[in-house]
């Protein structure tokens, strides 16, 4: 399984970017996908995430009501739309495949198996 992330770059605070993850390979349709990120210095942490059938989904309360993810299974992508960025959201951001098809299990890395390479978001002041 390649996960291969898309989309960021170098936004003004207030803005918007969508990031787009492409699975190829033996992907798995009924896994959760999700969106992970690391700011510089710090852990990676969890950001959204969304089950097969796009139905339901997690979110971090620090990107509540302005980060929407979704999926399209026919092109095998999971999409993050960032909306009313802050500086605080700058970081790398990592496409992740769970091992399983529970939301339950979705914000913790350790249940994730396959990563993408990352895309950088830098929100400026």
């Known amino acids: 399984v390649q996960l291969q992330a898309s989309g960021g770059g170098l936004v003004q605070a207030g803005g918007s970017l969508r990031l787009s993850c492409a699975a190829s390979?033996?992907?798995?349709?009924?896994?959760?996908l999700a969106w992970f990120r690391q700011p510089p210095g710090k852990e990676r942490e969890f950001v959204a995430g969304?089950?097969?059938?796009?139905?339901?989904?997690v979110y971090a309360d620090s990107v509540k009501g302005r980060f929407t993810i979704s999926r399209d299974n026919g092109k095998n992508t999971v999409y993050l739309q960032m909306n009313n960025l802050k500086p605080e959201d700058t970081a790398r951001y990592y496409c992740?495949?769970?091992?399983?098809?529970?939301?339950?299990?979705?914000?913790?890395?350790?249940?994730?198996?396959?990563w993408g390479q990352g895309t950088l978001v830098t929100v400026s002041s």
């Open positions: 390979g033996r992907t798995g349709r009924s896994y959760v």
């Open positions: 992740a495949r769970n091992t399983s098809p529970f939301i339950e299990r979705a914000t913790m890395t350790r249940d994730y198996d396959y």
């Open positions: 969304i089950t097969r059938s796009g139905v339901t989904t």
